[in-house]
Structures are given as C-alpha cells and as structure tokens.
C-alpha cells in the first residue's frame, strides 16, 4: 500500500511539473499575463506586458506611474505599440528602421520579457535588461527577439527588452517641466522598468541579483545614463553588471540652458500653445497628432547627423554632466564591457558635402561654443586622418560614440573594450550579429557570429569573456582593458577568414580623444 501511494505521489508529481512547464501563465499581482510557448526554438515569450500607466493627458512628461490592476489573463502574445516615432535630420541605417506607423501611440509603456522554456527550476538565471537605440526618437522593443541570446547562451539567460518615451513625450526639457512635471521622463521609464525587474522577474525564473543592462546607440547612451545616474549611488541597485554598443553621449545641456528653452518654445509655438497662460497645461491638453507635428519638427530642427532631443542634466536623476561623474569614478555597477564600432561617425555626416566640408566649420556646427583657438586645434589633430570629409566623419564617430566609451571604461577598473572592424564597420553593421531580424551581416560568418555573441552572454554569466559557456566561442583570451592596449578586435581577412584578435588601442585616436574631455564642458558632455 505504502507503495502504491508513493506511485500516486509521484505520478501526481510529475503531472503538475508536466502542467507547470506547459504553462505560460505568470501572475504578476497586478495582472496575469499568458505568453507564447516556442516550441521549435524551446523559449516562452511575453510580448507587451505593461510595467507602467499610460503617460497621457495629465501624466505626459510626469515620472511614470504603476500600472492599473486588470483581471482575467490577460494574452501576452502580440507586439506591443511602440511609441511615436520621429526621424532626425539625417540618415537612418537599414539597421534601425521605423516599423509600423510613425504615429504610434503614447500609451506604449510596455516591455518583453523572453525565458529558456527549459530553465531550471532550482535556480534563478541571469537576466538582461535591454535599451533600444535610435537616437531616443525612435525604435522600439518588439524589433529585438531574444531568442537567439537565450540559444546562444545555452538556456542561461532571461533577456527583458524596454520599450520608453521619445523624442518631446520623453526628452521635452524647460523650466517649465522642472516646476511642474518630470525631466528626463524617457529615462525614468527605463529605470522604472528595471525597478519593475527587481520585483517581478523571479515569477519568471530570473535573479534580480544578475542584472545586466545593454543597449546599441541610443540603448547604449541610457546605459551610461544609469551608470552616473545619482552620482552613482542609486539605492538599491539595480543592475550589477553594464555592457555598450556603440556608446552614445551627444551634447547634454542643463535642463534650462537656452537650447533646450529654445526647443520647448519652438514645441510650444507648432502646438499652438504660444498664447496660453500656461503653456504646459496647454501641452498636456493637446491631442497626440497635434504633439505629434510638433514632435517630428523639432528631431528634424538640428545640425545633420544630431538628435535635438535627448537627455539633459536635470540635477536630480542627472546631478552632473556624464564625464564629470565619470572622471570622478561614481558609477552604478561593478563591471563593464564595451564594444565600439570602428567607424561610427560616417551615416551620421551628409557624404554630399564631401567637396565643400571644412573641419574648421564642421566642428563648430556639431559643437557651436568651442572657441577658434579649439576648434583651430581640432583641425590639427585631425588633419591626418584622410580628406577633409573623412575628417567630419572622424570627428564625428569619435567624439559623440568612441571616445565617451573610453572615459566610460576608464571609471570601470578591470573592464573590457573591443572593437566590431568588419569592413565598413558602421554604425549598427554589429546588430545582426546577436539580433538575427536586422539582417543582413557584413560577415556571414556563424564562427564569427556566435563568437562575437557568446563573448556578450559569457560576460553576462560569469562577468569575464573569457569564462566560455560553448566551445564553438572562438574569440581568444580577452585581457581586461588598459589605456594603449587590450581590445579584443573583431574583424575578418581580405581573403573572408575569421579574424579575431588582441589588439593596441590607436596612441593619437586617445590623443584625440584626450582633447575631447578636456572641452566637454564646452561640449556639453
């Protein structure tokens, strides 16, 4: 008898773990949400679970709020909306296209969250927290499945993919929001999506403990953003680990400076708020397709190749310039890896001009308060790197992506850099390495792929590349970063070889770069 029922028991047993693993439902507190079970590639998604209130009416440009409590299951299994788009005035690689309506909508505080439907039920895996880039205009979660991560890591992560407010519902800064609203809202949903990691993620079999956060451009800008955020010491933590592609650090102004003012009244005046005796009210009153206008023609206001909107110092989330912070070693996380593109700058220079660019001109319409004395040196150390158009595009990758990762990695003793070289090397070209849908890659090579790839997840596991999860990694020993030397180098031969090599760090690329912190006052860096 005592048989039989132990037969029961564990009869009983397996059914309900055969019931749990073909389950899909995870209850929130708030909302339970269904997902979708993959079968062939052995991952459950859920698409567009809502982490925060809609940002409308009278919380449009507030600090996000919680969300409602919704009964019922409620089906996780579509995309959700992105939010509105606007494309900047210049040009957008293939590799960050507009999918849908640029419309979008404001209601659009969702994220994704994609799990190894095989994961073990003992242990909490790590997780990574992804930021979209597109310079905070456009993009969203929904282009980025995390399938392949969660294969290519052997099962061993949960990969969350944000989605967060852009252009003017996200970046819109003036006084007038400081006194009556939130700064900076754009990256408040993203923090307020990785405190909603920290509380939910281990209903998804997720440690919260082994966060790492990861974006590409603009993604890879709020990465830095989370790193200085608070001087350093937000509380509690809410990542352990960071990881940048293509590091993003355009011109950031304080919240009042007349540039961002400058914005705020051109918003005001397309909304047709100029009149009223409270034109944020008046902001908050309109409809999305009226903001909407005035969104799409003010990220089309800037210089070629810049983005108006994007994050400010508030003195509050952002206490001080990015570079400040750094220089002085207050950062969030305890580890860091960083992969810059070789040439970042050229889709973001108008090739047209080629004939009559001038450095001398070009780098005073990118940073309009350098002085002559300045702006006469950054033609000198520039004046060897090619044509005067080759120049603008040097100057261009390297002070607004390249040499910010350099100050980044300088605040991460022990961190690692490397650098995607695969001809052309531009910006985006190392996407469809790790994110299949952005195809195609300029080196179809799987070797190569899933070296580049596995030497991001072997960070995220074990905080080191060089601890492999997969044999077919075929990156070699990736030494911690110091200035001159160690950067794992990704690239390929004339003849199509895998590549893949240590490599010295460019003496007059960190000359340059030097000169470029010493003016990001001036610089707004």
Known sequence: MLKG???????LCFQLAVAQRKSSVVDLGYAKYQGTIDDVANVTSYLGIRYAAAPTQDLRWRAPQ????????????????QCPQALPNTTVPDTFPLSGSSMGTEDCLFLNVFIPRDRPRNKKLPVIAWIHGGGYSLGNASSYDGTKLIRESN?????????YRLGIFGFL????????????????????????????????GGDPGQVTIWGVSAGAGSVLQHIVARNGATNPPLFRAAMTSSTFLPSQYHFDDPIPETIYSSVVSNAGCATAGDTLACLRGANTTTLQAANVAACRSGFFGTFPLVPVVDGEFIKERPTEVLQKGHVNGHALLSVSNVNEGDIFVDQTTASTVETLQFSHDLFPRLTLAQRSKVARLYAGVGTPIEQANRIMGEAIFICPTYVLL???????KGEYAVPPALHGDDLPHYFPSFSPRPFDDPDFSTSFTQSFLDFVLN???NVKVNGRNLTPHWNRYSPFDSEMIFNRTEEGQLNIHSGSTDVEL???CAFWQGVSELTAQ
């Open 510 to 512: 960190l000359e340059r």
């Open 463 to 465: 905080l080191d590349p």
């Open 410 to 416: 300088e605040a991460f003793p022990g961190s690692f």
């Open 66 to 81: 919680p969300p409602s409590t919704f009964p019922g299951v409620q089906s996780a299994r579509t995309p959700p909306p």
């Open 155 to 163: 099962d061993a992560v949960i990969v969350v993919s944000i989605q």
């Open 173 to 204: 800064s003036s006084t007038k929001i400081r006194e009556n609203g939130a700064l900076n809202a754009g990256l408040l949903d993203q923090e307020f999506a990785l405190q909603w990691i920290q509380s939910n993620i281990d209903r998804f």
């Open 5 to 11: 029922s132990t037969l029961l028991l564990a009869t």
